[in-house]
């Protein structure tokens, strides 16, 4: 069973960093595109950025928005899928998904971990 | 970014057809392959895979939860609606980087 748990949310103040981790177990970790997805409240989904799989040298790719700010990374050793996210703003709190991306769409989200960025 | 549009809400009755919309910006599709998903999400819940690829259903759905169309503008149907299909519907493309959603239809008892 494909298993995706994040950690690491919390409350941050703005112009802080935060570090969010999501565990992947049931499948290779390394055959796969993983992604972080962004949903603030009420509002519809923004897709962050991707890391790509093993095949394609984990090469990365970012939304424009978050671009020098967030940072994607994984441990292929444990499969951790990691986001690092620097110079956080109030626009930034949402619920963060780490996702399996596939060209079949996203069948497997994570529950989420809530970041809300305020002082 | 590819902008995609829908309907901020609609209202049916349990039983009846639920036609949801979404137009894309511009096309995308390649080739035979439309790259448009759907997704459902209820509160306090992450999103969950419908249909992908504009018509094809994700595994454990629903056969009464169908999609269609091509370029730039698609359909997910429900039908017949059921109490629990109360929710919000998301579309979503992959054919330009960065992937993006819709805005969310949410399904409304009449």
């Known amino acids: 069973e494909v298993k995706l748990l994040e950690s690491g949310g919390g409350l941050v103040q703005p112009g802080g960093s935060l570090r969010l981790s999501c565990a992947a177990s049931g499948f290779t970790f390394t055959d796969f595109y993983m992604s972080w997805i962004r949903q603030p409240p009420g509002k519809a989904p923004e897709w962050l950025g991707v890391i790509r799989n093993k095949a394609n040298g984990y090469t990365t790719e970012y939304n424009p928005s978050v671009k020098g700010r967030f940072t994607i990374s994984r441990d292929n050793t444990q499969n951790i899928l990691y986001l690092q996210m620097n110079t956080l703003r109030a626009e930034d709190t949402a619920i963060y998904y780490c996702?399996?991306?596939?060209?079949?769409?996203?069948?497997?989200w994570g529950q989420g971990t809530l970041v809300t960025v305020s002082s | 970014d590819i902008v995609l549009t829908q309907s901020p809400a609609l209202a049916v009755s349990l039983g009846q057809r639920a036609t949801i919309s979404c137009r894309a910006s511009?096309?995308?599709?390649?080739?035979?392959?439309?790259?448009m998903h759907w997704y459902q999400q209820k509160p306090g819940q992450q999103p969950k895979l419908l249909i992908y690829?504009?018509?094809n259903l994700a595994s454990g759905i629903p056969a009464r939860f169908s999609g269609s169309g091509s370029g730039t503008d698609f359909t997910l149907t429900i039908n017949p609606v059921q109490a629990d299909d109360i929710a919000t519907y998301y579309c979503?493309?992959?054919?330009?980087?960065?992937?993006?959603f819709g805005g969310g239809t949410k399904l409304e008892l009449k």
């Open positions: 996702a399996r991306q596939t060209t079949e769409g996203i069948a497997y």
């Open positions: 511009q096309s995308v599709s390649i080739s035979r392959y439309n790259l």
């Open positions: 979503q493309q992959s054919r330009e980087s960065p992937p993006t």
């Open positions: 690829r504009a018509s």
